[in-house]
Nanobody, 124 residues
Framework: QVQLVESGGGLVQAGGSLRLSCAAS????????MGWFRQAPGKERESVAA????????YYADSAKGRFTISRDNAKNTVYLQMNSLKPEDTAVYYC?????????????????WGQGTQVTVSS
């Protein structure tokens, strides 16, 4: 069983920055595609970013492109989400998740392991 634990959430002013971390407990971290998702109150969970096993390929939602950066450190079993130029609409619970890689980016239901989430609140 793989356990994922997010950290780094909190309250930040609009225009500010925040870095989220997700630590994995298993020894096979480098075998997984990793993703970040978020869910705001009353809305469906949505994909924010994803990164391939080696870190050579990344995916970003249109809302995140140009502002957010996903990265990973396989030696530390950790994936990061650097969030810059934050907006109030970025307010949500952010989750990290792990999926077995395929020929395309995994859909939400293909992620087998999920963290408990960390709250990000952006004030105006």
């Amino acid at each position: 069983q793989v356990q994922l634990v997010e950290s780094g959430g909190g309250l930040v002013q609009a225009g500010g920055s925040l870095r989220l971390s997700c630590a994995a407990s298993g020894p096979t971290f480098s075998s997984y595609t990793m993703g970040w998702f978020r869910q705001a109150p009353g809305k469906e969970r949505e994909s924010v970013a994803a990164i391939s096993r080696s870190g050579s390929s990344t995916y970003y939602a249109d809302s995140a492109k140009g502002r957010f950066t996903i990265s990973r450190d396989n030696a530390k079993n950790t994936v990061y989400l650097q969030m810059n130029s934050l907006k109030p609409e970025d307010t949500a619970v952010y989750y990290c998740a792990a999926a077995a890689p395929g020929r395309s980016w995994p859909s939400q239901w293909e992620y087998a392991y999920w963290g408990q989430g960390t709250q990000v609140t952006v004030s105006s």
